[in-house]
């Protein structure tokens, strides 16, 4: 589970934890992400790691899989940034911003992504041929990419790009890729902003006319890595939101 020590990934890691999975938290803050290995007991574990570093994130997927076999990987490690692909004075966005986006998001996805299987692939199947399932985390971003979001969107819609290619590579080791693409999610990236603005930002959802809950997300987790028939696919999570330019 990777960004598990915040927002969604912390829930789903309570999730996966209540299903009797044996979570390894993956994520930089070391500090809350211990807390929650804690917290949740039944072997799980906290490791910190960049998921942009080959060898930080190779050493927690063995040590994920040290006591079970690796089943289920998530990804949900992930951060933005506001820029216009021009500033206001007319001065080129900052090269370096792009770049560390896509990096996290994208590039960082795809490491855990290739990590992950090939554990998995080397794990038994089980009855039905499967060995595992990855649930990355997009954003409606990768669709409606609004005023600012260049780089954010650029790196979701990544994500959302290679998640059919994953599933085809994939299939022939029984191991399933699907992708989530929330929209307003109430996790603390969210909570910094005044309540009124919360509310404001919930209005805009088609229905129900509120932030989504990331227990509401951690049941779309559950509910992919339940069900072996959804695969290679993008599910929008977000009240039916389509959002504006701006
Ligand atoms: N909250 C929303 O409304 C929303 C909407 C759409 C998509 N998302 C996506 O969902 C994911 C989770 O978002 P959240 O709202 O829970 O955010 P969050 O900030 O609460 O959690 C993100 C976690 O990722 C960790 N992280 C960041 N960079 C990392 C790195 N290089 N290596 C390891 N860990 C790293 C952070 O330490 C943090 O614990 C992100 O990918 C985000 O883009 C969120």
Redesign the pocket.
Known sequence: M????????AATARRLAQGGAEVTI????AE??EALAKELGGGAKFVE????DADQVTQAVALAGETAPLRIAVN?????AAMRTINRDGSPHDFDVFKFVVN??LV?TFNVIRLAASAMSKTDALENGERGAIVN?????AFDGQIGQIA?SAS?GGIVGLTLPAARDLAPVGIRVCTI?????D????GLLPEDQRQALGAGVLFPKRL?N?EEYAALVASIVENPYLNGETIRLDGGLRMPPK
């Open positions: 990777t960004g598990g020590a915040s927002g969604l990934g993956l994520d930089k803050n809350t992400g790691t960049d998921v942009t949900c490690a992930g951060l933005g996290v998001n960082g985390t997009a954003s409606v971003a954010y979701k693409a929330p929209g307003l999610m996790t603390p990236l969210l989504g990331p």
